[in-house]
Each structure stands twice: as structure tokens, then as C-alpha cells.
């Protein structure tokens, strides 16, 4: 089990707990002027922005101790209980550093973090991601008898209240730079050259390398990984040679800025067969899950293979920060990507799966990706993405560009093709935000184009449009009429969801080296 919250926030400073040491300090400043560096991005002065953090941050450490009773024992032989109770404990962990992270940034800005230097907008990825975390704990009690969920749902409920007001304390800030502006204003952790990495051949520079012959330093991504440096301020770069490695890999908050390469999306495979019909938690049922920031990987597949009758089963989950997978496969049937929080760029990937298989709530562009439906159980119907947006201050959601959306080869060849109902998404939470643009989509598609989630459940908060797509499924005609759904025309509206825009692309793509289009295109 990692790390709880209570414990990585009880480290002491002269005695002191840091995170009180914060607050003292804080105190200590209230009588100065309000003209604090940073204070534009928000709407209360940083001493109070703090206060309303620490206010949060004790009701996350009473939650972490009633949970902690249960984390070392059985979970009352239920073994779904604990894998849920060992989720939370996780989960709120990540809660507390995106906490400290927003203290921290709002009065050092040009702090050793992974920022964009949008203030605002890192503060409400960071919150926002903060209030996912606890969302997602209560939802790994699904399937229990509750006891547990009940005994912590009014704080996790209160810790989600706070959040929501907290969000209203971030100013919106400008989104709006031009295709080169923030050239050469890269985050501090960007180190002359990192640049150039992914555009590297194999090889070419490198710390470690993993092969499954032995020909390598290690045999296994994990142990490659367990050797990275924690908190790393320079990339770790790690070649995985072809073959599959059938192993489960997290990449833990610590392990700042790994870069991960391989041999091709069908030379390198990692592959895992958890479920939640197998007893995983959706969350902790990922193949591959990295939550350190500034993650990269390329080339390299990540695959579940427990197949549609185990339901949830997800090949990658990412909770990193400024991350980009680039070339890279994500295959499985229920869940397949689960991008759950922060902000994620993907380019060039192939996305298949059935239900739900692009889900989560974070911040993320594709552009250039084949998603591709595959042929689920009897009678099932396909949604390509389930976002999970929960509250209208969140800056999250999908935005899919220049993509290909049709059918896996297996869904062409079977019988059912045609009775097959696939749908670009459906609203999972109350605020789903997904846009798709300019791009292709086939006759796979429903001609109503999405799906309801529950009756009426979230139509009218929802904000699902279309911009400028083609092809036989692109028809607009038979579309639904729900009032959170839109139908763009009008180019400056659709730029709010481009890279520049709506993931602060400018700012950090460059230096990863990877290829994309900060605008619309042509």
C-alpha cells in the first residue's frame, strides 16, 4: 500500500508538521499587503486561497484515518473492500500533493513545478484533479455491502463542497496565445536538448534499457522503473525493447519526468488481464497507470486482454501532469483509457475498445488518433467516451481532432456488424464535456450520435458539439436535440478547444518534441 496522506503530511520540520509550518508562516504575513506575486489568478488573497486548503486538508486527514483503521486488515474478508479502502488511501494521497501544489504555485509561481506558468489554469487542473480523486474513491465501493463507503462519504462529500467553492476563488485566466507564442518559455524542469528525445532513434541517449531477452539492464519495466530517481527534475529516459511483458506497471507520484520508448506499437506490448468481474477495482485494474508528471511515452502498446464479459478492464490509466503518448496503442473493451485526471495530450495513437473505452476525467487532446469499436458482447451497445466532468468550474474534458472514428476488424467481420449501436459518448457525470472536430467518422455511428446515461440524467448540463467532421457517420441531421448538445459553426467557438487552448500546448509540447497542431489547421 502506498503512502497515505496522513503519513506523507506528518513529516515534521523542527517538529513542526510541514503543512502547519505553511500555515504559521502564512499567519505570520496576514497583516501585509495584499499585492502578492500571483494574486491576479485569483479572486481572495493567497493567505486566505491557503486557509480554505487547510480547511479541506482536515477533513482529508480525518477521512485517511478512518480509513487507515480498515487498510490494514481484511476489508472484512472482502477483498473488494480493501482494494477499494488501498484506492483511497492512494487517491487522496494525490489529493494532498495537488493541494500543496496550489499553495505552493500561488506564492512561488516560478517554483520548481511542472506548470505551464498559466497560473490559473494550473490551479484549476490541479483542484480540479484534487476533486476527482474523491469521486473515484467512493466510486471503488461499487458492488460492496457499503459499510465503509458509509462511514466516510460525508467527509469525502464536505471535502468535494469545499473544492467546488475553492474553484470559484481561481480567476479564468487567458487561454488565448498566438501558434508561437510561449516558444522558449518552457516549464523550469525542461532541460536544454529533452527537447529532441523523442525524435531520437532508440538508443541514441538513454538511462536504462529493458529487454526480455536479458540483452538489456532489466528484464522488467517495473524493476526499470523502481530504478528511476524520485522527484527528478531531468528526463529518465528508459528503451523497452520488442516482446510483450506481461506485467502490471504503475509509475508512482514520485517519478517525475520518465520517458519511455519503444520498438513500435506491435513490437513493445505490456499487457495485463485485470478486471473488475475479477476483483480489481476499475482504477486499480489498469495494465499500465502513471501518476508522476511530465510523463512521455512512444511506441509502445498497453493492453488489457480480460475481453468484454469482465467489464471493466483498463489498459492505461494516467493521472500525470503534462503528459503525452505519442505513437503509442491503448487496447482493451470496457474502459480501455482511463484519463483520469490533469492535463494529456495523445498524437497518432490507436484507441480500441467498446464501452465507455475513453473515460475519465482529465484535461486531453487527440488529434491524429484511430479510434477504433470493437465487436462487444450480444446486444451490448458501444459508447466511445464517458467523461466525467462534475462540476461546471472544472476545466476538463475531451477534445478529439483530426481523428479517424470506425470500426476493429473484429466488428467488421462479425455478423452483427450492422445491428451493432455505437455512440461518440455518453455523460457519466453531471458536466460530461467532449468535442469532436474535424475529423473522420464512419457508417459505425448511430445516427443520433450519442447516448443517454441514466433517463435524463445530465442533458441539460452537458456539453457535447461537433465542428467541421466527415464522412458517412458526420451527418447532423438525426442528431440529438438535448440542450447541452451543439453544433458548431463558428471557428472561434471550436479554438477554445484546440491544444493552444484548452491544454496550454504551446507552453510544454514544444519542449517534448513531439508533432502537433496548435490550432484548427487548415
Known amino acids: 500500500m502506498a503512502l497515505s496522506s496522513t503519513k506523507q503530511l506528518s513529516q515534521t520540520l523542527m517538529g513542526i508538521p510541514i503543512i502547519t509550518f505553511i500555515f504559521l508562516f502564512l499567519g505570520l504575513h496576514a497583516a501585509a499587503p495584499t499585492n502578492f506575486v500571483g494574486s491576479e489568478s485569483l479572486k481572495v488573497s493567497p493567505p486566505e486561497f491557503a486557509g480554505s486548503v487547510r480547511d479541506i486538508v482536515d477533513i482529508l486527514h480525518e477521512v485517511t484515518s478512518i480509513l487507515s483503521e480498515f487498510g490494514g486488515g481484511t476489508g472484512f474478508g472482502d477483498s473488494r473492500v480493501s482494494n477499494a479502502i488501498s484506492d483511497c488511501l492512494d487517491l487522496l494521497d494525490l489529493s494532498s500533493d495537488a493541494l500543496d501544489w496550489s499553495v505552493s504555485a500561488t506564492e512561488t509561481p516560478k517554483g520548481k513545478n511542472?506548470?505551464?506558468?498559466?497560473?490559473?489554469?494550473?490551479?484549476?487542473?490541479?483542484l480540479s484533479a484534487a476533486l476527482s480523486n474523491p469521486d473515484t474513491c467512493m466510486d471503488g465501493f461499487e458492488g460492496t455491502n457499503g459499510m465503509v463507503k458509509g462511514l466516510v462519504s460525508v467527509g469525502l462529500?464536505?471535502?468535494?463542497?469545499?473544492?467546488?467553492?475553492?474553484?470559484?476563488?481561481?480567476?479564468?485566466?487567458?487561454?488565448?496565445?498566438s501558434a508561437t507564442e510561449g516558444q522558449g518559455q518552457f516549464p523550469p524542469w525542461v532541460k536544454p536538448g529533452d527537447r529532441k528525445l523523442l525524435q531520437a532513434e532508440n538508443g541514441d541517449r538513454v538511462d536504462a534499457v529493458v529487454a526480455a531477452d536479458g540483452s538489456g539492464n532489466y528484464t522488467t519495466v517495473k524493476d526499470a522503473v523502481l530504478a528511476a530517481p524520485d522527484h527528478s527534475l531531468k528526463r529518465f529516459v528508459i528503451y523497452i525493447k520488442r516482446g510483450v511483458y506481461h506485467e502490471n506497471v504503475e509509475i508512482k507520484k514520485k517519478k517525475w519526468n520518465l520517458m519511455m520508448i519503444g520498438d513500435g506499437i506491435n513490437a513493445t506490448v505490456i499487457s495485463g488481464n485485470r478486471s473488475f468481474v475479477g476483483g480489481s477495482t476499475t482504477f486499480r485494474s489498469a495494465t499500465f497507470a502513471v501518476s508522476g508528471r511530465g510523463f512521455i511515452a512512444r511506441d509502445i502498446t498497453f493492453q488489457n486482454t480480460a475481453g468484454p464479459e469482465n467489464h471493466q478492464a483498463v489498459a492505461l490509466r494516467s493521472d500525470s501532469d503534462l503528459s503525452v503518448f505519442y505513437r503509442c496503442g491503448i487496447f482493451g473493451y470496457q474502459d480501455s483509457l482511463y484519463a483520469h485526471t490533469m492535463r494529456q495530450f495523445y498524437r497518432e495513437c490507436k484507441i480500441s475498445g467498446t464501452v465507455d473505452f475513453i473515460f475519465g476525467d482529465a484535461t486531453a487532446v487527440f488529434q491524429h488518433c484511430q479510434i477504433l469499436v470493437k465487436k462487444g458482447l450480444p446486444d451490448q451497445k458501444n459508447t466511445i467516451t464517458a467523461h466525467g466532468r462534475k462540476d461546471p468550474g472544472e476545466p476538463t474534458g475531451f477534445s478529439i481532432q483530426f481523428s479517424n472514428i470506425s470500426a476493429d476488424s473484429d466488428l467488421l467481420l462479425s455478423a452483427n456488424h450492422s445491428t451493432t449501436h455505437t455512440y461518440l459518448g455518453r455523460p457519466w457525470k453531471q458536466y460530461s464535456r467532449t468535442i469532436l472536430m474535424q475529423s473522420y467518422i464512419s457508417d459505425v455511428l448511430r445516427p443520433e450520435g450519442w447516448l443517454e446515461w441514466n433517463g435524463d440524467f445530465a442533458l441539460d448540463t452537458l456539453y457535447y458539439a461537433e465542428y467541421m467532421n466527415h464522412g458517412p457517420g458526420a451527418g447532423l441531421a438525426d442528431r440529438v436535440k438535448w440542450p447541452g448538445y451543439h453544433v458548431m459553426n463558428d471557428s472561434r467557438q471550436a479554438s477554445n478547444f484546440t491544444v493552444t487552448q484548452f491544454i496550454e500546448g504551446n507552453l510544454w509540447l514544444p519542449s517534448t518534441g513531439v508533432t502537433f497542431t496548435a490550432g484548427l489547421g487548415v
Not at 462529500?157 to 496565445?177: A, D, E, I, R, Y
Open 114 to 126: 511542472n506548470s505551464t506558468g498559466n497560473l490559473s489554469s494550473d490551479l484549476k487542473t490541479w
Open 157 to 177: 462529500g464536505q471535502m468535494m463542497s469545499l473544492l467546488k467553492q475553492l474553484l470559484t476563488q481561481v480567476n479564468p485566466g487567458s487561454n488565448h496565445f
